[in-house]
């Protein structure tokens, strides 16, 4: 999502040197990527800081993620549409 909105991947405002500097940082920081770093939206932010939660049982599943305010339109329905109850063929 950040690279998306963004067009530059997480932690780049952080200018590691190498790969390996990244995924040091990655593995021991307990923490999204600096988010004040890009003009993100509230609603965006919230979102993403949800996204990146270290522990990943705190993470939304996709399905969660699609309950988002965010992910609303202006009238508050979904993005994605509500799965059609599937219908036994009639004879």
Not at 19 to 43: E, F, K, R, W
Not at 60 to 82: C, I, K, N, Q, V
Request: aromatic share 6%.
């Amino acid at each position: 999502l950040l690279q998306m909105a963004t067009g530059s991947p997480p932690w780049k405002c952080l200018n590691f040197q190498s790969i390996p500097q990244l995924l040091i940082h990655v593995v021991t920081v307990n923490g999204p990527p600096p988010l004040d770093s890009y003009a993100l939206t509230p609603g965006l932010r919230a979102l993403m800081t949800r996204c990146f939660a270290f522990d990943a049982a705190l993470r939304p599943t996709a399905a969660e993620l699609l309950e988002d305010a965010f992910l609303a339109d202006g009238d508050g329905a979904r993005l994605a549409p509500e799965p059609e109850p599937s219908r036994s063929p009639t004879v």
